[in-house]
């Protein structure tokens, strides 16, 4: 698939926000047939545009949870430094996503805490151990801000 029309970026944009939308709802909302817009689906699926369908599991006090957004920066950017600290960041369940950045970090990370004494915990047992940490920045998510969410 060489080029996305406005059709398949408004499919791709619905099915950001609810990937459990019906074919015919959807087919509605893209102005196609319900066959075709099945076979546009299939195609973004097959070229690898639609990777796969995830759920958002909520914790136990999903609520409660601290996130914090940490950005790192690595004692060296050589291929091995980046290697090994992907490595250790995948053993982690508390780091929930993790980007390779360009700019002023090596990495941003997303983690999630039961409080601020969880968080010092995940700083000091497990960011501050991941390998060729140089500096540690976080920041506190006041809340999320999602789309086709309403306040």
């Known amino acids: 698939m060489s080029q996305l029309d406005n059709i398949d970026r408004n499919i791709i944009r619905l099915l950001r926000l609810d990937g459990r939308i019906s074919n015919a709802r959807l087919s509605a909302e893209v102005g196609l047939s319900p066959s075709a817009c099945l076979r546009r689906v ?10 796969g369908y ?15 957004i940490v950005q ?12 090994r600290f992907e490595e250790a960041v995948r053993k982690h369940p508390e780091i ?14 997303r983690t999630e805490a039961r409080g601020a004494a969880d968080y010092e915990r995940i700083h000091k047992e ?5 390998p060729g940490v140089a500096r ?5 998510a006041i809340r999320p801000v999602l789309p086709g969410q309403r306040r």
């Open 42 to 51: 299939a195609a973004l699926e097959e070229a690898g545009v639609i990777r």
């Open 54 to 68: 995830t759920a958002l599991i909520a914790g136990p006090a999903e609520e409660d949870a601290l996130v914090a």
């Open 72 to 83: 790192i920066t690595l004692d060296r950017q050589t291929e091995e430094y980046l290697n």
């Open 96 to 109: 929930r996503e993790c980007y390779l950045m360009t700019g002023d970090c090596d990495y941003v990370l």
């Open 126 to 130: 497990v960011l501050s151990r991941l």
């Open 136 to 140: 540690i920045h976080s920041s506190f």
